[in-house]
Nanobody, 115 residues
């Protein structure tokens, strides 16, 4: 059974930084796609950043230049370095991974940015 476990969320002041991690386990296949999504209260879940196994990345316009997604394929771990955080970045951040059997979600980690 595939499990994704996020960590690293918390409370930070505007302008600060956080690093999220997502440890993936249980897949018989390599994850060809891993990404971070977020959902703020009253809003739909939306893409933050994704990274493919070969290393190519895509970012939401709102986080470009501030967030960096990376992955350690050997450890099946996904990271999101978040710098220059803004109050509008406040949300629950979810890890997503996809392999040949389908897609999986973590339980989410809360990020709160105070002004």
């Amino acid at each position: 059974q595939v499990q994704l476990v996020e960590s690293g969320g918390g409370l930070v002041q505007a302008g600060g930084s956080l690093r999220l991690s997502c440890a993936a386990s249980g897949s018989k296949f390599s994850f060809n796609f891993m990404g971070w999504y977020r959902q703020a209260p009253g809003k739909e879940r939306g893409l933050v950043a994704v990274i493919f196994r070969a290393g190519s990345t895509t970012y939401a316009d709102s986080v470009k230049g501030r967030f960096t997604i990376s992955r350690d394929n050997a450890k099946n771990t996904l990271y999101l370095q978040m710098n220059s955080l803004k109050p509008e970045d406040t949300a629950v951040y979810y890890c997503n991974a996809r392999d040949l059997n389908g897609g999986y979600w973590g339980q989410g980690t809360q990020v709160t940015v105070s002004s």
